[in-house]
């Protein structure tokens, strides 16, 4: 197959790395996710064109899971072919990660946390991307019937048979957290990073002391959906649109964007402009704030976006009246 694509040369000189945890992967700070925009009813090209501008910023980690789409699989499986036709050369310089954890087929066999589950899961995945491994495998969810034991057991398992180099989790509390990480530092395999929801509009993970608990462990810390499903943007600032994520997922429904809610997006988009950046760019720019808070994983459904977002490491820099006003925005009674 001829070789369309050509790496931008200077493609690590801007993009920020920071370590994961205590081990010695660096990811950039922020990340491409692979959950919305990569299924069956997006156009291949469009797709390629994402993945090819992403890695020529810097962006070296691609985030994955199994159910990704729509449907469940389908964004493996296109990932896979954009790899295939563009990165067979690039391999080891990107990182990626998939998981495990939602139902992904019918019977007692297809979900939660059973190694028989994770196991067959991660085969399939490999399959559908035409990869021998990959770089981070998640547990996608804890499981409140499987002991943790088999769980954490089935990601030791997958690292020592080569089909992972590392292992994560994703929307565990800061106590599951801990024992997770009890669990694999003993069996020899440590706990990569785990991947959260954060959001200045979803900060649960503060009241949890997730961060503390994760440096505690040496684990890092990526967090998804920092512009909270597109809410954190300047696409609701004069309304609903009619193809917006609130009318058109499961994921967010009107009743997230009450007056009240609408009032903070204004203010927080006011203090953006002042500092010549977007509403979502500063969104980004306030979750990266803690460094210990390895990457953020955005989506992008179009190279501008993508662009837009990714040019928010311009500017990391937040005073602490900047951060008291968004404090003073977000955490009004």
Known sequence: MPVTYFPAADRYAEMIYRRAGRSG????????????????????????DIVRRAFDLGVTHFDLANNYGPPPGSAETNFGRILKADFQQH?????????????????PYGDWGSRKYLVSSLDQSL?????????VFYHHRPDPETPLEETMGALDAIVRSGK?????????SSEQAAEAARILRELGTPLLIHQPSYSMLNRWIEDDNLLDTLETAGAGCIAFS?????????RYLGGIPDDSRIRTSVFLNEDALDTKTLGRLHTLNDIAKRRGQSLAQLALVWALRDERMTSLIIGASSVQQLENNIAALGN??????????????????
């Open 25 to 48: 992967l660096k990811l950039p700070a922020i990340s491409l996710g692979l959950w919305h925009n990569f299924g069956d009813g997006r156009p291949g090209d469009r797709q390629a």
């Open 91 to 107: 391999r080891d310089e990107i990182v990626i990660s998939t998981k495990a954890g939602y139902t992904m087929w019918d019977g």
């Open 127 to 135: 399959k559908r991307m035409d990869l021998d491994y990959v770089d």
């Open 164 to 172: 992972a180099l590392y292992v994560g989790i994703s929307n565990y």
């Open 226 to 234: 920092p512009l909270q499903q597109g809410l954190l943007t300047d």
């Open 316 to 333: 990391l820099a937040l005073d602490q009246s900047d951060l008291d006003e968004i404090d003073a925005t977000l955490l009004d009674a």
